[in-house]
């Protein structure tokens, strides 16, 4: 697995923003029964960023939490079945990994939710880290139903891994 983070205003963390990564991305990976290696990239920016990204990417001209980027056309969430079909467009050529996709991250935004939610910078990042992957692996949240289920499938992750609203980390 490759996981690789850009943190584009070299921001601090008071914990280890690739552990945190790598953690919840396997977690969801693992759940969501990935059969492949894969490759995930996270961007960190800044508010200003973000909404750049959204403005250039979606036409939406506002700053927003996180961007989810799917290296993946699905049939179904977590139908990992069309991939084999043309593994030149889904696979790097040089690791053999699925290229699964592609997460932006508003560090700014990420603070200010932890804050407004009265929970850790840390359970902020791993939610928002969770939400990118259940995308990455196809889901989304544009139905009532959709959004329940990718919100028990993000709150699922989190527990299992012990990452909870209570934490002050």
């Known amino acids: 697995m490759t996981f690789y983070v850009e943190n584009e205003n070299r921001y601090e963390f008071p ?3 690739d552990a945190l990564f790598e953690q919840v ?3 969801v ?4 029964k990935c059969p492949y290696e894969s490759a995930i990239n996270l961007v960190i920016t800044d ?10 990417y979606r036409e939406i001209d506002r700053e927003t939490d996180v961007l989810s980027f799917p290296g993946v056309d699905y ?3 977590a139908d990992f079945s069309r991939v084999e079909s043309d593994l030149s467009d889904y696979f790097d050529p ?15 935004k990420a603070k200010e939710q932890a804050d407004q939610f009265g929970h850790s ?8 880290i969770a939400h990118s992957m259940f995308h990455l692996c196809g889901y989304d949240h544009m139905t009532p139903e959709d959004a329940v289920l990718m919100e028990e499938k993000q709150e699922a992750i989190l527990e299992q891994l012990g990452i909870t609203r209570d934490m002050n980390e």
């Open 94 to 108: 040089e690791t053999g990994e699925l290229m699964l996709g592609d997460m932006i991250i508003s560090y700014e």
């Open 29 to 32: 990976l693992e759940a969501e």
């Open 75 to 77: 049939d179904a969430p």
């Open 47 to 56: 508010n200003e960023g973000i909404r750049e990204y959204n403005r250039q």
């Open 15 to 17: 914990f280890s923003v």
């Open 25 to 27: 991305a396997l977690a």
């Open 121 to 128: 910078f840390r359970r902020e990042m791993a939610f928002l």
